[in-house]
């Protein structure tokens, strides 16, 4: 008799709040991804992913697993306590846990830690046959992508333009202070073979998809075969860069005749001190406008990752930003408080300095609040400043100065800048 698997991609509801009017929100993949190993034979998998669908606290349940991240340790422990309260075992995956096993240990029945491609699948087999003898589950060695199946996405729900992400890499070469990568994956950067990926993309039935790598250009020789084979499918893309990489005009190239519409580039800063004080070393402030404008003349977008509050910031970082910004015509923001993520250099710094200001893992979403104690300013200060930068950033004074000297992708880029705007509109006072 098969069992009852639900699969849980969780988003408090304070997150929630802060993404769910954007319009390029594209689905989690890690969950629809492991539940491509799971043996339909002895399992039948509800996945459910709380940025559009409901909790199912009414329905019964044999196995509930949960991928958790640090802003979601609290919210997923309850709903832990209240599955296990129903009769269902709850097994917990994903980065919170493999950095702070102990503590999640206290609130579920198993836990997986690290990268799952052997140890998820194992887990599986003997909790089916009643087998389990140990509570918590850790790969050995390293796993490579080869032969990795396609995720599930006909369990995605709705989501008819943002169920496509593929992975063609893991890990990222670099060593930034304030990433847990490092201590979430093994150390190694690998890549998933070009064929298995293109059969992937090309069972997408949606003409739009995001690689969803840490780095897409880890590996430029590798980057630059795979986009020889995007060319002839006919879809656009977007993927995570450094901007450092994009001063190679063939990759480039090949990145616009595969189909890339955007880059989201790490530039966190405009400083090169605080760049140097996180170990950013690879960003070169001096090389932005001639990289971005080369990104520009290719006719793809960039979508800028801004980071504000490292030691080096004062109050006048917002307005320097978002200037510095408007002169680069760059196209899109995802902006963040900067966040010191448990076991991340960061963190241990702020831990040993008695600059963290709650142990409330909510707190560490980057997005709504303030973990520590800022340096050049109170965290009031600013928590305001990174909210006012995000409603002058999507001002249509800040849009049309941008657009203006992108020139690339209008409709696409307008569209966004929307979505984002109406996303700010009544959070900020």
Request: aromatic residues 14%; charged residues 25%.
């Amino acid at each position: 008799m098969k069992k009852k698997l639900l699969m849980i991609t969780p988003e408090n509801q304070e997150i929630n709040r802060f993404r769910k009017r954007q319009f390029n929100n594209f689905v989690q993949i890690t969950m629809p991804y492991l539940a491509a190993f799971v043996d339909q034979e002895k399992y039948l998998v509800t996945l459910v992913d709380e940025y559009n669908q409901k909790i199912p606290f009414d329905r019964h349940f044999d196995l509930v697993a949960i991928t958790v991240n640090t802003s979601n340790a609290a919210h997923c422990y309850r709903m832990s306590e209240k599955f296990r309260e129903m009769g269902a075992k709850v097994v917990f995956g994903g980065p919170h846990v493999t950095l702070l096993p102990d503590e999640a240990m206290e609130h579920c029945d198993y836990l997986i830690v690290g990268e799952a491609e052997q140890t998820w699948p194992q887990f599986l087999s003997e909790f089916y046959n009643g087998e389990c003898e140990k509570k918590l589950y850790q790969m050995g060695e390293i796993p490579f992508l080869a032969g990795i199946p396609i995720p599930r996405r006909d369990l995605i729900h709705k989501r008819f333009f943002t169920k496509g992400a593929v992975i063609s890499s893991r890990g990222c070469p670099y060593h930034c202070a304030y990433c847990n990568l490092k201590q979430i994956y093994y150390d190694s950067f690998r890549t998933r073979p070009i064929a298995e990926v293109i059969e992937d993309i090309r069972q997408m039935k949606s003409k739009y998809f995001v690689f969803w790598d840490d780095n897409f250009f880890g590996d430029i020789r590798y980057a630059k075969a795979l986009m020889k084979e995007l060319k002839g499918l006919n879809k656009r893309w977007a993927a995570q860069v450094t901007l450092e990489r994009c001063r190679d005009q063939e990759l480039l190239q090949l990145a616009k005749e595969s189909g890339c519409i955007y880059f989201f580039v790490g530039i966190e800063s405009f400083s090169e001190e605080s760049l140097q004080s996180v170990n950013k070393r690879i960003n070169n402030v001096a090389k932005y406008e001639q990289l971005i404008g080369d990104i520009h003349r290719h006719g793809i977008s960039v979508q800028a990752g801004i980071i504000f509050g490292f030691d080096t910031d004062n109050r006048d970082v917002f307005k320097k930003t978002l200037d510095a910004c408007n002169h680069l015509g760059i196209d899109g923001v995802t902006v963040s408080i900067l966040t010191p993520l448990p076991k991340t250099p960061v963190y241990e710094q702020y831990k040993r300095e008695g600059r963290l200001l709650t142990d409330d893992w909510s707190a560490y979403n980057g997005k709504t609040r303030v973990a520590y104690q800022p340096k050049q300013m109170t965290a009031e200060e600013l928590f305001e400043g990174y909210m006012w930068f995000r409603k002058e950033f999507y001002s249509w004074k800040s849009i049309c100065k941008r657009m203006k000297v992108s020139r690339v992708n209008l409709l696409h880029n307008l569209l966004v800048n929307l979505g984002y705007k109406i996303s700010i509109k009544g959070t900020y006072k």
